[in-house]
């Protein structure tokens, strides 16, 4: 799994590639942890999940402790991009009640906005 | 009249549900083979001939000789290669009398009305679709021509004037669209599966529903289930048997097959739930979850017989083991200062899943014609490390023989069964039976397992061990 972090239009986009799994999820969150701190001006973040093809309960649970991470500091955290499989996961834990999910990430910046 | 179902061609789309033959495919908690049993009972069909080719022990253990029917069910095999109707071929005459011919995944589908069936006779009754062709005929005469390839079932009258109308399951959203549409209300055209509570639905034996949960109709509920406190299912949900569902877990529009655990809050919606697997019927993407608090695969408990035969063997191998502890240390040890034989481990699959390595002792290049050796053999004495096995209840005592691994690991995910075990068909010989024998004899077991053929197979080895000291048999020493 790697994650690449970078802000567009003073949204932070976080790309992730490969499945976000127990094996993976804990360097992701210190990655996410370390950037969150530097970018203290940053409110909201897209996650662009497009090369995530395969996401467990783990990497479910991080998603969820970065969008109280983001909400804390009074942002919103949106999906963009999601996998048929990821979005599978998604659907059964009812985690679409949770995030806001859009199929692009210009959309989900746009949104953010 | 007779009736021939050809199921030798496993559709592509089964293999999502882990390789269940079609004519096994659970529609509405029966499978599909039921439904085709009920037809061939209304037409007055005495006699099936299942023309088997993959997954040929599965049907066989399901349907046996056919007595849950009522019916007399025989079985051929035709190789792959062979288009269905050349199975008729074979003896055109015995046909003559009337024949229902299916050579695909098709379902029987009953319409609203009932109708009488066709007259003694007869027209032919034909349809050709994406699954397969299904004919219906007591005219000699074409069916004389349809075998022998001059007729096809274009021309013959059409199912619905029966009442009845073939559906092709040619695709997973087929299958689910299916079990849904039984759900929904069509399944009380059939016999039905379970009690009917009048407001379509319908629950099996052993079914255990709180006050708290909601069971919306029209639902199918199979036996030995349990629904969690809170939780929602239905409307329009088939249920299969041995299906566990956890407190708060939303289920509508869903197909939850046999021996699956649906997870605290999970919910499911236009989906089909099997062990771990999660699949969408609409692009059939399949899904395997690690996590087994959102779907697993329910083991079931072992049953009366495995438990009977596993007390037994133990303590017999504990009897045995005592017997055999004294010659087994001086002959053994006699044998290695004479270098006549060894002892090495190899890896084997394990019952439940697991590898494990096991002891085996062997004879020398130059020792196997000793007279030591042949003692060591006749008394069995080669086993003594696996009868340490079965006393540690880590095999069974009579069964398949251990497969290896990775040598053995495509027969191994190929039997429906596997008892590892001590004595087995091979263990009168000594040495590695042919893959292609090994494979055979594997799934004879499989299929035959009994008590009494374990008794069988323990009496073959004693004898078979014995014959060989006197330098009879097979001991290929």
């Known amino acids: 799994m790697e994650a690449t972090f970078v802000i567009d239009k003073g949204v932070g986009v976080v790309t992730v590639t490969g499945p976000l799994t127990a094996a993976g999820v804990d360097s992701f969150r210190e990655q996410f942890g370390g950037w969150w701190q530097n970018a203290s001006e940053l409110r909201n973040v897209v996650m662009d999940l497009g090369g995530v093809e395969f996401l467990d309960s783990a990497g479910l649970g991080a998603l969820i402790a970065l969008l109280k991470r983001v909400t804390e500091r009074g942002g919103d955290l949106k999906i963009a991009r999601l996998q048929k499989k990821a979005r599978m996961v998604f659907e059964i834990t009812r985690a679409y009640e949770v995030f806001d999910i859009l199929d692009s990430v210009e959309e989900a910046v746009k949104a953010c906005g | 009249m007779k009736a021939v179902i050809y199921s030798g061609t496993a559709p592509s789309w089964t293999r999502s549900l882990g390789g269940t033959p079609w004519l096994l495919v659970p529609l509405a908690n029966r499978p599909l083979l039921d439904f085709w049993m009920e037809w061939c009972l209304d037409l007055g069909v005495s006699e099936v001939r299942l023309v088997l080719g993959d997954s040929a022990d599965q049907i066989e253990a399901y349907a046996e000789e056919g007595r849950r029917w009522g019916l007399r069910i025989g079985y051929s095999f035709l190789r792959d290669d062979r288009p269905p109707v050349s199975f008729l071929k074979r003896d055109p005459a015995q046909w003559r009398g009337g024949l229902l011919f299916l050579s695909g995944p ?13 007259s003694a006779d007869g027209e032919t009754y034909g349809c050709a679709l994406p699954g397969g062709d299904c004919l219906l005929s007591r005219d000699p005469a074409f069916l004389d021509a349809f075998i022998a390839g001059e007729r096809t079932v274009e021309g013959t009258r ?13 695709s997973i959203r087929a299958f689910f669209d299916l079990n849904l549409q039984l759900a929904e209300g069509e399944v009380g055209r059939y016999v039905t599966p379970g009690y009917g509570a009048g407001d379509g639905s319908f629950v099996g034996y052993n079914v255990v529903i709180p006050p708290s949960a909601r069971v919306a109709a029209p639902v199918v509920i199979g036996n030995d289930c349990r629904i969690g406190a809170l939780a929602s299912v239905g409307p329009s949900a088939v249920i299969g048997n041995h299906v566990v569902i956890d407190r708060q877990t939303d289920l509508r529009r869903c197909v939850i097959l046999d021996g699956t655990y649906v997870g605290r809050g999970v919910e499911l919606r236009d989906k089909i739930a099997t062990g771990r697997r999660l699949i969408d019927p609409d692009d059939g993407a399949v899904l395997d979850l690690e996590d087994p608090w959102l779907l697993a695969e329910v083991k079931r408990s072992a049953s009366f017989r495995d438990v009977g035969s596993g007390v037994a063997g133990w303590l017999l191998a504990l009897a045995l083991l005592v017997l055999q502890a004294v010659p087994f240390v001086l002959l053994y040890g006699w044998l290695r200062c004479w ?6 481990r190899r890896v084997f699959h394990g019952p439940n899943g697991r590898v494990q390595s096991l002891g085996l002792v062997q004879p020398s290049e130059t020792g196997r014609s000793s007279a030591g050796w042949r003692l060591f053999f006749a008394l069995g004495l080669d086993l003594f490390p696996r009868l340490g096995r079965v006393a540690a209840g880590r095999l069974w005592l009579c069964g398949h ?3 290896r691994a990775p040598e053995d690991n495509a027969l191994r995910e190929t039997l429906p069964a596997y008892y590892p075990a001590v004595f087995s068909y091979a263990t009168p010989r000594f040495g590695e039976s042919e893959p292609a024998v090994t494979a055979v004899q594997a799934r004879y077991y499989a299929h035959r397992r009994c008590w009494r053929e374990d008794w069988r197979i323990f009496g073959a080895v004693l004898v078979g061990r014995a014959k060989s000291l006197l330098g009879e048999g097979d001991r290929d020493a």
């Open chain 2, 106 to 118: 098709l379902f029987p589908r009953r319409l609203p009305e009932r109708k009488p069936g066709p």
């Open chain 2, 158 to 170: 059409p199912f619905r004037e029966l009442g009845i109308e073939p559906a092709p399951l040619a």
């Open chain 2, 401 to 403: 023989e251990p497969l």
């Open chain 2, 339 to 344: 270098g006549a034989a060894d002892y090495r």
